[in-house]
């Protein structure tokens, strides 16, 4: 297989987050198995473009055929996401479904993520099974090939509430997955790296229920 890339992106906005060191926790246990099948891994933070609820004039799935990105906003997130071949997409869970930021930031393009393979890794104080669902059903909507295998990793009782209200992810919660939800993740890796082997055509696109 030809080198590919794929984009692990922290989707959580808020000030106060464990998005990184959940994205950190993924990375650990996935580049070195996609690594040794030539597909590199590059670390995306959304919070790093500062994307507005979504503000352009036209619709994403105009560009880039029939139109452009007016902000530099759109056109840096546009460049970054179209860049890479995958996505592994970290997400959090906020009141029982999809975080706002996690949504505006996939409703802002089309065409950039549109045939490519994907993979989603949810977490929250319940393990974000809602929220991956709701991702999942937009994804493969709109045409992207979303893997199988979409690991939930819950916060542990104890951790909760530094999670949540200080962006802090205790030891507890980390050693739990480490022994509980590594595998999965892997799987996920696993599933993704399989996608990556298919060409981006329309035989293999998903059929939205």
Do not use: C
């Not at 869970?93 to 994907?118: C, F, H, Q, R, S």
């Not at 009782?157 to 507890?172: I, M, Q, Y």
Request: aromatic share 8%; net charge neutral; hydrophobic share 40%.
């Amino acid at each position: 297989m030809t080198s590919k890339s794929v984009a692990l992106i922290t989707m959580s906005t808020r000030g106060a987050r464990v998005g990184p060191t959940v994205a950190t926790f993924v990375k650990n246990i996935i580049e070195q198995p996609l690594s040794a099948a030539g597909i590199s891994l590059a670390s995306v933070d959304l919070v790093k473009f500062n994307l507005p609820v979504y503000n352009e004039s036209v619709a994403p799935a105009m560009v880039p055929d029939k139109a452009q990105f007016q902000y530099e906003h759109s056109r840096a997130w546009s460049a970054e996401i179209a860049k890479h071949d995958g996505y592994v997409l970290v997400i959090p869970e906020y009141n029982y479904g999809v975080a706002g930021g996690t949504k505006n930031a996939i409703d802002y393009l089309m065409n950039e993520w549109k045939g490519k393979p994907a993979a989603i890794v949810s977490y929250g104080v319940q393990g974000g099974a809602n929220a991956s669902e709701q991702v999942n059903s937009a994804l493969s909507g709109m045409g992207l090939r979303v893997a199988e295998t979409r690991p939930n990793l819950p916060f542990d009782k104890p951790d909760v509430f530094g999670a949540v209200g200080g962006g802090r992810l205790g030891e507890s919660t980390l050693k739990t997955w480490a022994a509980e939800r590594a595998d999965a993740v892997l799987k996920a890796a696993e599933d993704l790296k399989g996608l990556l082997l298919q060409p981006n055509i329309d035989v293999n696109a998903p059929n939205p229920k």
